[in-house]
C-alpha cells in the first residue's frame, strides 16, 4: 500500500529535549516535505527537499533541522524545541517534475512542548 | 505572492442538503488547484484537482469543485450532503513557478458541520 508514516504520532515534551519526528514514504517520491498545522493559519511549510541530500528552507524554518540521506526518509529535527513550536506536523511527499500529481501525507505528528 | 483564501471558517448544512466550501485563490499563471480532507486525528485526504480542461471536476466520495477563472475561485460542492461528511476541508494550489515546484500553499481550512 502507498503510504506516509510519521512516528511517533503524539509527542510531549519540555523545553530544550532535542526530539526527532521520522517520515517515510514508499512510492519512491523524489520531492518531501514537512508542514505545520496552526488553527487559522491553514498548513505552513517548514522544510523541502527535491531528491536525496537536496534540502531547503521553506516558509517557517526557524528552530528545524532536515536531513535526506535516503530517497524514502525525511526526519524533521528539533534541536532544542520550544512552546511556541506545539503544533500538528505533517510530512508529505510527490513527484517532483510532475506537478499536476497530487501530494500524499502522512497521518500527522502531534507535538507539545511544555 | 501567491495565495488561497477560504472565507468561511465554518459551513453547517443538514443532512441531504447540497453543500459549498468556497475556496478563491491568487497565482501567477494558470493555476493547480486542489482539494484535501482532514477527518479527525487523521492525515489530509486528497479529493480532487484541476490541472487543465473541463471546469467541473469530479472528485473522491461524492464531491466536485468548480473552477470559475474569472471569478478565481475553485468552490467545492455536494449535491446531497452526509453526516460522514463532517471534517476540515482545505484548499491548495501548487506553486510550480518557483523552484520549490512541489510546493503546495493551503487556505486557512473549513469546518463542515453536517446535521442530522
Known amino acids: 500500500e502507498a503510504q506516509v508514516t510519521q512516528n511517533p504520532r503524539y509527542l510531549i515534551t519540555v523545553t530544550g529535549k532535542k526530539l526527532t519526528v521520522t517520515c517515510s514514504q514508499n512510492?519512491?517520491?523524489?520531492?518531501m516535505s514537512w508542514y505545520r498545522q496552526d488553527p487559522g493559519l491553514g498548513l505552513r511549510q517548514i522544510y523541502y527537499s527535491m531528491n536525496v541530500e537536496v534540502t531547503d528552507k521553506g516558509d517557517v524554518p526557524e528552530g528545524y533541522k532536515v536531513s535526506r540521506k535516503e530517497k524514502r526518509n525525511f526526519p524533521l529535527i528539533l534541536e532544542s524545541p520550544s512552546p511556541n513550536q506545539t503544533s500538528l506536523y505533517f510530512c508529505?511527499?510527490?513527484?517532483?517534475?510532475?506537478?499536476?500529481?497530487?501530494?500524499?501525507f502522512g497521518p500527522g505528528t502531534r507535538l507539545t512542548v511544555t | 505572492a501567491q495565495s488561497v483564501a477560504q472565507p468561511e471558517d465554518q459551513v453547517n448544512v443538514a443532512e441531504g442538503n447540497p453543500l459549498t466550501v468556497k475556496c478563491t485563490y491568487s497565482v501567477s499563471g494558470n493555476p493547480y488547484l486542489f482539494w484535501y480532507v482532514q477527518y479527525p486525528n487523521r492525515g489530509l485526504q486528497f479529493l480532487l484537482k484541476y490541472i487543465t480542461g473541463d471546469n467541473l471536476v469530479k472528485g473522491s466520495y461524492g464531491f466536485e469543485a468548480e473552477f470559475n477563472k474569472s471569478q478565481t475561485s475553485f468552490h467545492l460542492k455536494k449535491p446531497s450532503a452526509l453526516v460522514s461528511d463532517s471534517a476540515l476541508y482545505f484548499c491548495?494550489?501548487?506553486?510550480?513557478?518557483?523552484?520549490?515546484?512541489?510546493?503546495?500553499?493551503f487556505g486557512q481550512g473549513t469546518t463542515l458541520q453536517v446535521k442530522p
Open positions: 512510492m519512491n517520491h523524489e520531492y
Open positions: 491548495a494550489v501548487r506553486d510550480i513557478r518557483s523552484s520549490n515546484t512541489g510546493k503546495l500553499i
Open positions: 508529505a511527499s510527490s513527484f517532483r517534475d510532475r506537478s499536476s500529481y497530487e501530494q500524499y
